[in-house]
């Protein structure tokens, strides 16, 4: 598994030893502690003759520098730190680790010509720095250890940090915080990347309860019990599989007593085989990170708890397996959802909205939530509209839409609004039950926010489609793994913003 570095800090000084990073803004002046650190002024004429400007991410190297006690010194160029945010210095923090992982000790310099990073953007660098070193290799019985095409290094074993800065405390006191976040994105990786045949919904539901060591209760609900409240729609998904289904709740209770909870829930198809209407063989593999919004509801809950959030927060993630089996349900068949709608199966590959479904009325019926969002790796149709970039966003609350939005560009998990509209229910209209679960091809992504709707009422709620952004998505700066993550940073950025008393 990951080996994560050490972070500390410390007041600002020369570092003599080990790996020595300094930054440079956009005119590439040195800060005034380079002549300590580099007295024969060798990163002087290392970036006259590499044209280095000081271009954000761009990065001087020089190994072993004349009369100097550092074993290397890097140059990174931080830009226009006048309009740098946070999501820039995590970039920088990532760029970092990358080029100084096979470094044991690394001293930053967060100070240069005319300007210091403040506690927040102190914080955010480590968290970039942090979430860049994590890796997912603990199935590997040989580690590497050799520099990969980009240049960066591969780490040889635990890196000590110290972030040099004017106010050690109070940068210490926000890297609390961004700890406890960048805690819970590694959590959300680690339950992704995870192999099908090792992470059922009964293991996936036992990390879970997990997270009562953090003060978050949990709460699981057995099929038997699921059956006792009539949930057809997730039973339906899970009785083609040996596996048995579970209906995880956790509750962190961090606000005033009188505030209603704001709720999250999540698509926890541990894996999907298309069920009878079987995938195709090429990339199926991919479908055991078909739970990736429990993955990311599930570490939320972990930043939320770890940071102690000041708000009521209900997180909800329906596990089941979706496999061909002779008990198996078919295409044509009717089944009966919690709330007591009934829904046509079209096609059991059209599984995850079956499960949120009567997730999302468990929700509303049992917790009275003041909002609900559901995160689901649900349609391949949200690729073509979007690509990887932005996860689909429905909503039918402009308010809630709007928050999303503005907490997805600060938070860098971006999100882009889909409409929504009475015209196109008439797609998922079924000859035989109150709806059918596919509308045909055009649309897709929009049919099945339909569809969801139907079970969430009169409530605020926000449908995320993270189908292209919590899963094989393009390598980043503070990303290197095949599961992304995607959605704790988004969603405790917008507790903290707009729902915390």
């Known amino acids: 598994m990951s080996v994560l570095p050490t972070i500390t800090f410390a007041k600002i000084s020369a570092p003599k030893k080990g790996t020595v990073v300094l930054l440079a803004a956009k005119d590439a002046n040195l800060p005034q502690l380079a002549d300590e650190i580099d007295p024969a002024g060798i990163l002087a004429r290392a970036i006259k003759f590499s044209n280095f400007s000081g271009k954000s991410k761009s990065v001087v ?3 072993a520098p004349a009369n100097s006690a550092a074993d290397r010194i890097l140059v990174l160029g931080v830009g226009d730190t006048g309009s740098a945010k946070l999501t820039d210095w995590a970039a920088l923090g990532g760029v970092v680790r990358g080029k100084s992982g096979a470094a044991k000790t690394l001293s930053v310099l967060l100070s240069g010509d005319g300007f210091d990073a403040d506690p927040e953007a102190a914080a955010a660098f480590a968290q970039g720095l942090m979430l860049r070193a994590y890796e997912f290799d603990k199935y590997k019985t040989k580690k590497e250890n050799e520099a990969n095409g980009n240049g960066d290094q591969k780490p040889a074993g635990a890196q000590k940090v110290t972030l040099l800065v004017r106010d050690p405390a109070a940068c210490k006191k926000a890297w609390a915080t961004a700890e406890a976040i960048a805690r819970g994105v590694m959590m959300a990786r680690d339950l992704v990347n995870e192999p099908a045949n090792i992470l059922g919904p009964v293991e996936f539901a036992a990390r879970a309860e997990a997270l009562s060591a953090l003060g978050v209760e949990v709460e699981v609900l057995t099929e038997k019990e699921m059956k006792k409240l009539g949930m057809g729609a997730l039973l339906g998904v899970a009785q083609g599989s040996s596996r048995p289904p ?3 709740v956790m509750k962190w209770m961090g606000g005033k007593a009188k505030d209603k909870p704001v709720a999250f829930i999540g698509k926890g198809v541990v894996f999907d085989t298309g069920g009878i209407s079987i ?10 990170g078909d739970m990736g919004g429990a993955a990311a509801v599930a570490g939320l809950m972990h930043a939320l708890a770890a940071r102690k959030a000041k708000a009521n927060v209900i997180g909800i993630i329906g596990l089941v397996e979706n496999m061909p089996d002779g008990n198996a349900q078919r295409p044509g068949d009717i089944v009966t959802s919690m709330s007591g709608q009934t829904i046509e199966v ?6 995850g909205r079956l499960v949120l479904a009567d997730a ?6 049992t917790h009275k939530p003041r ?13 073509i509209a979007l690509g990887q970039q932005h996860a689909g966003l429905f909503s ?17 998990e971006k999100v882009w609004r889909l409409p929504m509209g009475k015209e196109y229910d008439k797609l998922i209209d079924s000859k035989f039950a109150d709806m059918k679960n596919v509308g045909g ?9 339909q569809f969801l709707e139907r079970f969430v009422g009169d409530v605020a709620w926000a449908h995320l489609d993270i189908a292209g952004t919590a899963m094989s998505s393009p390598a980043n700066d503070t990303n290197q793994s095949w599961g992304s993550g995607y959605g704790v940073r988004l969603l405790d950025r917008l507790v903290a913003e707009h729902y915390e008393n």
């Open 279 to 288: 995938k195709p063989a090429g990339g199926m593999e991919d479908m055991k």
């Open 61 to 63: 190297d020089v190994v």
């Open 441 to 449: 091809r055009n649309a897709g992504s929009i049919t099945a926010a």
């Open 346 to 351: 079209i096609n059991t590959d059209a599984e």
């Open 246 to 248: 579970r209906l995880v």
């Open 360 to 365: 999302l009325w468990y929700c509303k019926e």
């Open 371 to 383: 909002f609900m969002i559901d995160l689901a790796t649900l349609t391949g149709a949200v690729l």
């Open 396 to 412: 039918n609350n402009d308010e809630l839409a709007g928050q999303l939005s503005q907490v997805g560009e600060t938070s860098g």
